[in-house]
């Protein structure tokens, strides 16, 4: 029905920078707000940072100043850019996002979907 295909992860010094992409795919009515999470091992997963569907963010206080999260709503795409990285943001990010779907019967039903995953390792 619906994807979540997050791609952009790997391997960088601290102080470098990725970009993050997470595109969603499938029987998509519309998008409501749409996420990243992240979960470093022994650790719970947390959020990162999120955006309506009218733009509006929320970041983590520990993000904030270098990430940046934006979607880009006639791809049905999140972004997240991330500089100045440090080794404590080493974790596998993931994205989720509230899609309404149309079902088989035509009917519309709202549900949280979440990517596969794409691991982030920022080394000393």
């Known amino acids: 029905q619906v994807q979540l295909v997050e791609s952009g992860g790997g391997l960088v010094q601290a102080g470098g920078s990725l970009r993050l992409s997470c595109a969603a795919s499938?029987?998509?009515?519309?998008?409501?707000?749409m996420g990243w999470y992240r979960q470093a091992p022994g650790k719970q997963r947390e959020l990162v940072a999120d955006i309506t569907s009218g733009g509006t963010t929320n970041y983590a206080e520990s993000v904030k100043g270098r990430f940046t999260i934006s979607r880009d709503n006639a791809k049905n795409t999140v972004y997240l850019q991330m500089n100045n990285l440090k080794p404590d943001d080493t974790a596998v990010y993931y994205c989720?996002?509230?899609?309404?779907?149309?079902?088989?019967?035509?009917?519309?039903?709202?549900?949280?979907?979440w990517g596969q995953g794409t691991q982030v390792t920022v080394s000393a």
């Open positions: 499938g029987s998509i009515f519309s998008i409501n707000a």
């Open positions: 989720k996002a509230g899609i309404v779907v149309i079902m088989d019967t035509a009917a519309l039903t709202t549900n949280d979907y």
